[in-house]
């Protein structure tokens, strides 16, 4: 294990605890083990709380709350010198611009890094407040998954940073957050006149608006202090992210206790009473194991058919109601704004409070779906990691308990694709939902919405191949014989009867008439096809030598 991790050193836990509840209906195999003493036995010799993490989690809040503090300060000062509608310049600027391109090129790639950088301290944030939430849950008795929810599943108490009301404030600040980087990066046009009033010179750069800058720090540091308050509030078992340190740390904490009898039993066999279990050929897919999946599938396709009603809505008002509407055909499709584009446009009151609030709704109500879609995505990826890990205790390599953070995230296809798309979905929507914020000389002339088609088809587009790829994971069913958990933790805590550093899973003991398979911490064979297994203790027990 890692120097930083602490190490909760706890003996064997008896087995007289592990005791069977015989239900009505089965009588047989109560009859089988009734003259047997339950023998499974689940030792948690230690549990990694990986402290590593915890570092990383907290470097990662210091940023995102140094970031948010410079936000909060450069918008300060660009309201106090300029005014409400005041911007500050960046870089170089472009003299000639009857030559725009790369004017929009340096605005493109500045949103986008800026984009990236919000989306950075969100999910430094959203770790922090996840692993408090899971904390929070299992003190409860509530937390069944290693992956939740995170701003849908809430703590008891209104008060508790990780409760209803908390959680509601976060997804609003989230959906600011990602919303206001279209809206603070801008174009500003510098005009010199001479004294008969004739334009000299014209010349632009890229500039960043102070009240949304302004607003974008205070929500962050609004999230980095429910984070913290959440952090603070709980005893945090486990900083790993992964479920078998947590499972590790309930059952060492006596929060979770393993049932017997049950080591060929699935996840999806959670309302199946019968112990012993043949091994089957194929396992469920996360659609069926995890109750929440099936809704985020769901949501994902509910906001690739909004995002399409969205586009034939505006090309149809398009075409219809303005009369310089140009026809979308593959000559005007392209994946930038052109001016001969297919698009609508609407003006918003400038210069004054009711502006800034009439325009910060339109953006955060378009753009809170996709937010939050994104937001729920993330259970698909962090189950699927961990049904990945689990499986890995049936390689050679066996299942390592203690991994790097970082490293288990670029491990992981479905992590780094979710990671990319976070930034460039929202970067992408910005080009569709487009705010004509034009400042000359420091301060912005006005508001103009543009919604452009072929733009909006291309955000669709690219939900839908999102939707799809998802979609694929969360029904793919796993092949082979060892039992899927998807991160479930009774279901963890049943499987493994032999916690260690590095595990295997596979057959432990021949018996009549069940066997017994289990984890260890040396290499096992595979299970026996045609063997129905119930766990140690039922009948009379071979060991494999």
């Not at 090129?105 to 939430?133: D, R």
């Not at 989230?174 to 046009?189: E, H, N």
């Not at 400038?350 to 378009?366: H, T, Y």
């Not at 045609?530 to 009948?539: I, L, Q, R």
Request: hydrophobic share 45%; charged share 10%.
């Amino acid at each position: 294990m890692a120097a930083s991790s602490e190490l909760i050193e706890e003996n064997s836990h008896p087995s007289s605890l592990l005791a069977y509840n015989a239900l009505p209906g089965h009588q047989d195999f109560d009859s089988t083990i009734s003259d047997e003493k339950p023998t499974a036995v689940t030792r948690t010799g230690s549990y990694d709380r990986n402290l590593t993490s915890r570092r990383y989690a907290l470097i990662g809040i210091a940023c995102s709350c140094i970031f948010s503090c410079l936000c909060i300060i450069t918008g300060i000062v660009t309201v106090a010198n300029h005014g409400i509608v005041g911007v500050t310049p960046l870089g170089l600027s472009i003299v000639n611009l009857n030559y725009p391109l790369q004017l929009s090129l340096q605005l493109e790639i500045s949103t986008l890094m800026l984009v990236s950088i919000v989306t950075l301290c969100a999910e430094s944030i959203g770790f922090v407040h996840g692993i408090s939430l899971r904390s929070a849950l299992a003190s409860e008795s509530r937390l069944h998954f290693n992956t939740n929810l995170r701003l849908l599943t809430a703590a008891r108490g209104w008060r508790n940073p990780n409760g209803a009301l908390l959680n509601g404030i976060s997804i609003v600040l989230l959906t600011i957050c990602y919303s206001l980087p279209s809206l603070i990066v801008c174009v500003d046009q510098r005009v010199l006149h001479s004294l008969d009033g004739s334009i000299i010179q014209e010349s632009g750069s890229v500039a960043i608006a102070g009240l949304p800058l302004l607003i974008l720090g205070v929500a962050l540091l609004l999230q980095v202090m429910i984070a913290l308050s959440a952090m603070r509030a709980i005893k945090i078992l486990t900083w790993s992210s992964s479920p078998f340190d947590l499972a590790a740390a309930l059952v060492h904490h006596t929060q979770l206790t393993p049932t017997p009898f049950r080591c060929m039993r699935r996840v999806s066999d959670l309302d199946t009473y019968e112990g012993p279990a043949k091994p089957p050929e194929t396992q469920p897919s996360a659609w069926h194991a995890h109750p929440s999946i099936r809704k985020v599938v769901i949501f994902l396709w509910v906001i690739v058919t909004a995002c399409a009603v969205w586009a034939a809505i505006v090309m149809y008002i398009s075409d219809h109601f303005f009369s310089n509407g140009n026809a979308l055909t593959l000559q005007t499709w392209s994946f930038f704004r052109n001016s001969e584009g297919n698009d609508i446009m609407y003006d918003l009151l400038s210069g004054s409070p009711e502006g800034w609030i009439l325009l910060f709704v339109n953006i955060a109500v378009v753009q809170g779906l996709l937010t939050l879609g994104l937001h729920c995505s993330e259970l698909i990826v962090n189950v699927i990691r961990d049904e990945r890990q689990w499986r890995w205790a049936t390689r050679r390599q066996g299942l390592r308990m203690a991994t790097n953070p970082l490293v288990s995230i670029l491990n992981q296809p479905n992590c780094l694709i979710l990671f990319i798309a976070k930034p460039v979905l929202h970067w992408m929507f910005g080009l569709s939902f487009d705010i004509g914020k034009y400042a000359i000389n420091n301060a912005l002339s006005g508001f103009l919405i543009f919604m452009y088609t072929a733009q909006i088809w291309n955000l669709c587009i690219a939900l839908f191949i999102f939707a799809c790829v998802f979609t694929f994971v969360a029904l793919r069913r796993p092949s082979g014989p060892q039992p899927a958990a998807y991160g479930h933790l009774q279901t963890l805590a049943d499987l493994v009867d032999e916690w260690s550093p590095v595990m295997w899973w596979g057959h432990k003991a021949d018996g009549i008439p069940y066997c017994h398979a289990g984890t260890s911490n040396h290499p096992l064979p595979d299970v026996k096809m045609y063997c129905v297994y119930a766990g140690s203790g039922v009948g009379s027990l071979v060991p494999l030598s």
